[in-house]
Each structure stands twice: as structure tokens, then as C-alpha cells.
T-cell receptor, first 114, second 115 residues
Framework: AQSVAQPEDQVNVAEGNPLTVKCTYS??????LFWYVQYPNRGLQFLLK??????LVKGSYGFEAEFNKSQTSFHLKKPSALVSDSALYFC????????????FGAGTRLFVKA | EAQVTQNPRYLITVTGKKLTVTCSQN?????MSWYRQDPGLGLRQIYY???????DKGDVPEGYKVSRKEKRNFPLILESPSPNQTSLYFC??????????????FGEGSRLTVL
């Protein structure tokens, strides 16, 4: 069965510092991995995805994520945080070898302090 | 503009009063899905549809119905709402053909309160 774990409910970081939001997953086949962001009173927006190829994927707003197969992780990173990055971040996984179901983590709230 | 439109955005209702939350997408996507978002639980899938007239249960389908008579529309029906259905609901769509990686496009959400 597919599952996603986001071990931190909240991440606090100062503006200008690097940020990491953690995600680990479990899927029986090849993982399709996604990050979405949710701003207050808005729907989720797609940030980036890993399907195959280079383990470091780049996405919107300067975010990137590193796929680590041995650790079954897909951590979201940004070299220099902005106050406007404060939002709720969701990691999601889909089994790329069959089916179309996407499973979401519980979400991590990011606070970036000026 | 490519979008997923949900209505209503906010609704307060009472136990047992049937309601429908509409969802429409203008991207010609085959796949559509409904999720509910509850604090600490993330998004849980209620129902999904791979194409017109093809629907299936997600993880939390109890108390909900859906239909897919047209490709663009995927309404969520609560026949007899109960307080435990108070939640934030999201409709999402995606392409689903061979080779598509399935990133989801979300509506803005519908906040439902059942008294």
C-alpha cells in the first residue's frame, strides 16, 4: 500500500536561511513523487515532481527536491527562504507502475520569519 | 485560463439537508477526484473518476455520492449530511492518458459546515 510521511508538523526558518521540508514514502512500484503548496484560503498548487532521471528536480518559486531511493525520501529544499514562502506544504506519491491514485502526506506548515 | 471551479466556496447547512457541491474543469482532463482536508490528516480521497460514466470509491466514500455525466463536471452529493462531514473539500483534475504523470490541478476549495 502507498503511504507518505511528513514527520514535521511545522518548520520554522529565518528569512534568507536555507529550508528543508521532509518527506518519506512507501510504494510498491516506481514512485511518482510530488510537492504541492497551499496558501491560506486557496487550493493546492503543484510545485514540482520526480518521475525518473536526475535525482535533483527543480520547480516553481526556486524550490527543489532531492529523490533518494535508498532512503525512500523526497525532501523539499530552498537555498534562501522568503517570508512569502510561508504556507502549508504537501508531499504526495503515486505508484507509477499502475493505477492513478495519489496519496498525500498530512502536510507541513512552514513559517519564515523576517 | 485553465482552472477548476468549485461552488459554493462556503456553505453552512443542517443535518439531513441534501446538498451538492459542483466542480467544473476547462482543461479537457479525463481524471477528476474529490478530496476532503482535515487538520492533521492531510487530504483524503472521497471518490474519483477516470472518465465519463466511470467512477470509483476512494478512501473515505461513506456518506457521499458522485456522478460523471459530462467530461468537464464532477459534482459531489451529500444525500444526508452529518456533522462529521464538516470539512474543507477540494476537487482536482488531471490528464490520465499513457505517459501522463498526473500532477493534479485543484479548485479553490469548498468549506462545508454541518450543524
Amino acid at each position: 500500500a502507498q503511504s507518505v510521511a511528513q514527520p514535521e508538523d511545522q518548520v520554522n526558518v529565518a528569512e534568507g536561511n536555507p529550508l528543508t521540508v521532509k518527506c518519506t514514502y512507501s510504494v510498491s512500484g516506481n514512485p511518482y513523487l510530488f510537492w504541492y503548496v497551499q496558501y491560506p484560503n486557496r487550493g493546492l498548487q503543484f510545485l514540482l515532481k520526480y518521475i525518473t532521471g536526475d535525482n535533483l528536480v527543480k520547480g516553481s518559486y526556486g524550490f527543489e527536491a532531492e529523490f533518494n531511493k535508498s532512503q525512500t525520501s523526497f525532501h523539499l529544499k530552498k537555498p534562501s527562504a522568503l517570508v512569502s514562502d510561508s504556507a502549508l506544504y504537501f508531499c504526495a506519491v503515486r505508484d507509477g507502475t499502475g493505477g492513478f491514485k495519489t496519496i498525500f502526506g498530512a502536510g507541513t506548515r512552514l513559517f519564515v520569519k523576517a | 485560463e485553465a482552472q477548476v471551479t468549485q461552488n459554493p466556496r462556503y456553505l453552512i447547512t443542517v443535518t439531513g439537508k441534501k446538498l451538492t457541491v459542483t466542480c467544473s474543469q476547462n482543461m479537457n482532463h479525463e481524471y477528476m477526484s474529490w478530496y476532503r482536508q482535515d487538520p492533521g490528516l492531510g487530504l483524503r480521497q472521497i471518490y474519483y473518476s477516470m472518465n465519463v460514466e466511470v467512477t470509483d470509491k476512494g478512501d473515505v466514500p461513506e456518506g457521499y455520492k458522485v456522478s460523471r455525466k459530462e467530461k468537464r463536471n464532477f459534482p459531489l452529493i451529500l444525500e444526508s449530511p452529518s456533522p462529521n462531514q464538516t470539512s474543507l473539500y477540494f476537487c482536482a483534475s488531471s490528464m490520465s492518458g499513457t505517459g501522463n504523470t498526473g500532477e493534479l490541478f485543484f479548485g479553490e476549495g469548498s468549506r462545508l459546515t454541518v450543524l
